[in-house]
């Protein structure tokens, strides 16, 4: 089946980046006058500090940026004194979306009201500049991250986020709920919203319409979180393994040993992939335990298959070493 392609949004209102800042990530932020935000937006992730740009060097000035006026830049216009309205009228001209102070700074006299006669919304906070830099590229990276909608199940299973994939009906929603009732922890069922963050991870989350509820079928709906407690669901996950479950097939090929590592890409990311053929009786919840845990030990450097593999080749290079290859060479005294 065709997955569905990726998306990005395009931009974020600056009314709700101010009120996301507030909201969620707990930063004081006010108006502090300037424009109305009114259908104003931010389109792009990166912020700036237009300190060359105060200086008179506009070149490769990004103006869709936010532009963040720290200590430096505040205490530059102040010593300008009579030129500063020059400067700032030269960043005002590029019309960047909003202006923010940080540190609880305050322009010089005049240039508030210049400000709003170009339209440029103003912002304040206490924050220092360098961490609500970075609290607001994380705030603006979240947004912008490339999605994608993951048909499977995902659920956090010894630390290790395992995403549950396969044909509909196969089964993924009741071995995620077996690993939850064995104490493990949903994350999202049917449907987990994959986000690319920096570099090669991959968070999964599921959607604000389905939290944590489930769809088993033949019972119907059922509510994770009220059925086992807070304990049993996490709300986001970094997805670190997938899970290919599908019928049995004589026809094909399945490590035995597992020296040979597959992969599935996701909006880029490789991860490992474990193809899990499964048969009437066959335990899958253990086998996904198993697959974890021994996700776990190679993650810290200790490879079963590679183990074996050192052991087949040392015992080779004995030939068929003292004993003529019996599994013990003595017992001991122990007849039970």
């Known amino acids: ?48 500090r237009p300190g060359l740009v105060l200086a008179g060097y506009t070149e490769h000035f990004e103006p869709l940026r936010v532009q963040i006026l ?10 300008l004194d009579g030129d500063a309205e020059a400067a700032f009228l030269r960043l005002l001209a590029f019309d960047p979306p909003c202006v923010v102070l940080t540190a609880d700074n305050r322009l010089p006299d005049g240039l508030e009201a210049l400000a709003a006669e170009h339209g440029i919304p103003l912002f304040r906070t206490p924050e220092p500049t360098v961490p609500f830099m970075g609290l607001l590229r994380d705030v603006l990276d979240d947004h912008f991250a490339e999605q994608l909608t993951v048909h499977g199940s995902l659920v956090d299973v010894y630390g290790i986020g395992l ?26 069922d049917d449907v987990v919203m994959a986000t690319r963050k ?27 979180r009220s059925m086992f407690g807070v304990r049993a669901i996490r709300y986001q996950k970094r997805i670190e393994l997938v899970v290919s479950i599908h019928p049995w097939d004589e026809d094909e090929e399945y490590t035995r040993i597992g020296m040979v590592t597959e992969t599935d890409t996701i909006l880029g990311v490789e991860l490992p992939l474990v193809k899990l053929p499964i048969t009437p009786g066959k335990n899958v919840t253990v086998i996904c335990e198993v697959i974890a845990m021994n996700h776990l030990l190679r993650h810290y450097g200790d490879d079963p298959a590679e183990a074996f593999s050192r052991r087949l080749r040392e015992r080779i290079d004995q030939k068929s070493g003292v004993g003529g290859g019996r599994g013990i060479d003595w017992f001991e005294n122990d007849v039970e």
């Open 163 to 188: 995403l549950l994939t396969g044909p509909a009906g196969i089964g993924k929603s009741e071995m995620a709920l077996d690993l939850v009732e064995r104490g493990h922890r949903l994350v999202a």
């Open 70 to 79: 720290g200590n430096t830049e505040c205490r530059y216009l102040a010593w």
């Open 198 to 224: 920096g570099g090669n991870v991959l968070m999964g989350a599921g959607t604000d319409l389905a939290e944590h509820f489930m769809e088993i079928r033949g019972l119907g709906i059922i509510d994770v």
């Open 1 to 48: 089946m065709r997955k569905p392609a990726p998306f990005r949004r395009q931009s974020i209102p600056l009314a709700a980046l101010a009120e996301r800042l507030r909201d969620r990530v707990g930063i004081e932020i006010e108006d502090a006058g300037g424009g109305e935000v009114g259908d104003r937006a931010v389109t792009v992730r990166h912020v700036h």
